[in-house]
Structures are given as structure tokens and as C-alpha cells.
């Protein structure tokens, strides 16, 4: 009998993470959810298990660590039955980055950039002989975007985006798909952290509110059709194609320079 395919999916403790984990439960897949918080990854594996009829393991790890980014890419290689890999652990940082503490944003490149890199090392040649699987790297529609305020947090996201597009590169003819997942604002517990103490959802308009399970939703469509960059929600098609398009750019970097200064 085939085993069931395994996916492993990092930050799965709450938001977006925990949407992936949620989907890929539901279409059959056994999980591995890695983050810090235990007790919210064991109450989610309960969950899915009761409600699927899959294997979950929690598996808690500090990305921030290398050494615990180790442990995690030495089970991932050890998964023969390893089908995706969703690197989605990732926090927000305000404030100017000569002026913030360098220790967060040094976490920051660790946590998006270096553990992203090392479980997709750990986790493609298992996939690349097996000629199947898939890596989803969250990313933002922020990546598209340098801003004022949140410098690392737009630069580790861009990488993401360049590493996706390199890998893709790379993968083809191997079975293997890459994405680049960028969403725009989502309901999640993102904007709760201490970081924020001033954001407020209902300062910005309700449509340009992402659901986290439609994020998961249109990744994992986009993934099957071999997408690179998926982008959910209308709204934000429209703005990336802005933000990208060669005649608007300049334009919208004017504007996020002016009105996007102090927001987030
Ligand atoms: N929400 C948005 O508006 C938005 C928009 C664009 C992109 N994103 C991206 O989406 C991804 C998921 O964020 P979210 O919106 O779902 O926020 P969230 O609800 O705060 O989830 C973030 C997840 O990352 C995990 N995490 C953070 N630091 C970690 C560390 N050092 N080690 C291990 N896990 C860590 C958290 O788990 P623990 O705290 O339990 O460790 C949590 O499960 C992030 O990469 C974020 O940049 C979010």
C-alpha cells in the first residue's frame, strides 16, 4: 500500500499555517506542524485528527535557532513519504531598521531566509528522486513593495520571491513545483503581535481582508496548476500587476512613499 503523502508546514500554530494545515488534512495528507507554540499545535492535531483520518505529528521548534531549524530539515529528510513543504513561519517588524534592535531583525532573516533555505535543501532531493512534491514559500504582497518603515520584512520577502523563481528554474522536468505564495492583509494573528500595539483591521477598507483559509485555498489551486506566484484575491491581482507594470510603478512606489509611511 502507498503511504499517505506528508506534508510539513512551518508557523502552523495559528493564521495561514494552520489553514494549510486544515486543507491538506482534509484532502488526505499526513502533517507534520512545526512552531514554538505546543499547546496550540497539539489542541489543532486533536482537531484534525478527529475530523480526518490522517497522522499528525507536532513538532515544536524554535525557527529563530539554527539548530532547531537542524533538527526540523533531519526529519523532513528523513520523510520518505514527504509530498510539501509549506515554509510559512514569519512575524512583522515596525519601526525604522537603523533604529530597532538588530537582534530582531537578524531573527527575522533567520526565520523567513535561513530556515526557509535549509528545509527546501532538506526537503528536494527526496522529492527530485521521487520526481513529485511541492515547496510554497509565503511570502507577501509586501515583497513587491519597499516601503519606508519594515525594510527587512519587504527584503527577506522579495528573496523568497527570487529564491522561488530560481528553484523553479532549476526543478524543471523533475516533478517538482515551486510557489511563491504573496498574500495581502489576512485575518490572522499577525497584526496582534506587541509589535503592532497601534494597528486597528477596521482602519483599512474590508475588501482588502483576506481570509486565511482563502489564502491556503488559492495556493494550493495555483500549485496544481504550476503557478510561481500566486497572488490571492482579485484586489491584490490588480495591485501587484500595478506595482510591477513598468508605466505604474514609479507611480505607486510615490504613493506608498506618501500615504503607507506610518501605517503598519
Ligand atoms: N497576515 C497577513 O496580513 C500576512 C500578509 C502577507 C504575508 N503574511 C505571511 O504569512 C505567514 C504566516 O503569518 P500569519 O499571517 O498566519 O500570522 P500568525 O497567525 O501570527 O502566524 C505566524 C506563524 O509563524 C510562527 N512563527 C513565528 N516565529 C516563529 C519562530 N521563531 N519559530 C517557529 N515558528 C514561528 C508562529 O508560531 P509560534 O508563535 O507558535 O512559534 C505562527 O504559527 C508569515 O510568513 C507572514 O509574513 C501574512
Known amino acids: 500500500m502507498t503511504p499517505r503523502p506528508t506534508a510539513l508546514i512551518t508557523g502552523a500554530s495559528s493564521g495561514i499555517g494552520a489553514a494549510f494545515a486544515h486543507r491538506l488534512a482534509a484532502s488526505g495528507h499526513d502533517l507534520i506542524l512545526v512552531a514554538r507554540r505546543v499547546e496550540k499545535l497539539n489542541a489543532l492535531a486533536g482537531e484534525l485528527r478527529a475530523a480526518h483520518t490522517v497522522a499528525v505529528e507536532v513538532f515544536p521548534a524554535d525557527l529563530s535557532r539554527p539548530e532547531e531549524v ?3 530539515a533531519d526529519r523532513l529528510a528523513a520523510c520518505e513519504s514527504l509530498a510539501l513543504l509549506v515554509n510559512n513561519a514569519g512575524f512583522g517588524k515596525s ?16 526565520v523567513h531566509v535561513m530556515a526557509t533555505v535549509q528545509l527546501t535543501r532538506a526537503a528536494l532531493p527526496g522529492m527530485v528522486a521521487r520526481r513529485q512534491g511541492g515547496v510554497i514559500n509565503v511570502s507577501s504582497v509586501a515583497s513587491f513593495l519597499p516601503r519606508s518603515s519594515g525594510t527587512m ?6 528573496f523568497l520571491n527570487a529564491f522561488s523563481a530560481g528553484l523553479e528554474l532549476e526543478l524543471q522536468g523533475t516533478g517538482v513545483r515551486v ?3 504573496c498574500p495581502g492583509f489576512t485575518v490572522t494573528g499577525f497584526h496582534d503581535s506587541p509589535e503592532y500595539p497601534n494597528f486597528r483591521r477596521s482602519k483599512y477598507p474590508a475588501f482588502l481582508w483576506l481570509s486565511a483559509d482563502q489564502v491556503a485555498a488559492d495556493s494550493l489551486a495555483d500549485l496544481k496548476h504550476g503557478r510561481l506566484i500566486c497572488v490571492p484575491g482579485r484586489q491584490y491581482q490588480v495591485l501587484v500587476a500595478l506595482l510591477t507594470g513598468c508605466l505604474t510603478r514609479p507611480l505607486m512606489i510615490w504613493i506608498s512613499r506618501r500615504f503607507l509611511r506610518r501605517s503598519v
Open 70 to 72: 537542524q533538527r526540523v
Open 95 to 110: 519601526g525604522k531598521f537603523w533604529q530597532a534592535e538588530a537582534r530582531g531583525q537578524l531573527e527575522m532573516s533567520q
Open 153 to 158: 520584512y519587504h527584503a527577506t520577502k522579495a
Open 179 to 181: 510557489q511563491a505564495l
